[in-house]
């Protein structure tokens, strides 16, 4: 096939016989737009003559306001707030001398936590997860577990003394993207 130049070919400037005689729109605006802005230069012109109609069949403002009563010169005992009522309640004097009894109560302690992020079934994942975890500045120990279903690596954080603590460091973990931990008892 031979290599065609489109863009130094000049245009084809013949009408296409497919399409029927180009019919020029006529110039100005159509009727429909001319029907609707006259339409719209009445609505104005009839509001704006309604509203200069109105002006003066409203009252004078000196009419409007009811006259001024001349004030009278209060006395000191007029000017003067009223006595208080006396209290009906007596709740004052009771929160004043109540005494709290205090119970005894234990606070018991959960036990120390630990947080386990993986269980894997190779000791390779595991140690990839243990770096990553070493990475975000916590140390992770790596448990063997042997059950009827085979041998899995279990990658876990601990112990803490409080769930707070082991919650701060698995929000640690979630920022840098280390997510599904849970926290357990230490068993």
Not at 42 to 63: H, M, R, V
Not at 111 to 130: D, F, H, I, N
Not at 138 to 156: D, E, P, R
Request: glycine content about 6%; hydrophobic content about 30%.
């Amino acid at each position: 096939m031979a290599h065609q130049d489109y863009v130094s070919r000049p245009r084809n400037t013949k009408k296409s016989p497919y399409k029927k005689g180009s019919k020029e729109q006529p110039k100005g605006l159509p009727v429909k737009v001319k029907l609707i802005g006259l339409f719209t230069l009445i609505i104005i012109c009839a509001f704006a003559y309604f509203l200069w109609s109105i002006k003066d069949n409203g009252t004078s403002p000196q009419e409007a306001t009811p006259p001024l009563v001349e004030e009278k010169a209060k006395t000191k005992a007029e000017t003067s707030l009223p006595t208080p009522p006396k209290e009906k309640w007596a709740y004052r004097k009771e929160l004043e001398d109540k005494k709290i009894e205090v119970g005894q109560y234990d606070v018991k302690k959960g036990g120390p936590y630990k947080m386990q992020c993986a269980s894997l079934r190779t000791l390779k994942q595991a140690e990839v997860l243990k770096a990553k975890i070493a990475f975000v500045g916590l140390s992770a120990q790596i448990s063997k577990s042997v059950g009827s279903n085979g041998t899995y690596y279990k990658v876990f954080l601990g112990p803490y003394e409080k769930k707070r603590d082991a919650e701060k460091d698995k929000h640690k973990l979630k920022n840098n993207k280390i997510n599904y931990c849970q926290i357990w008892l230490w068993k």
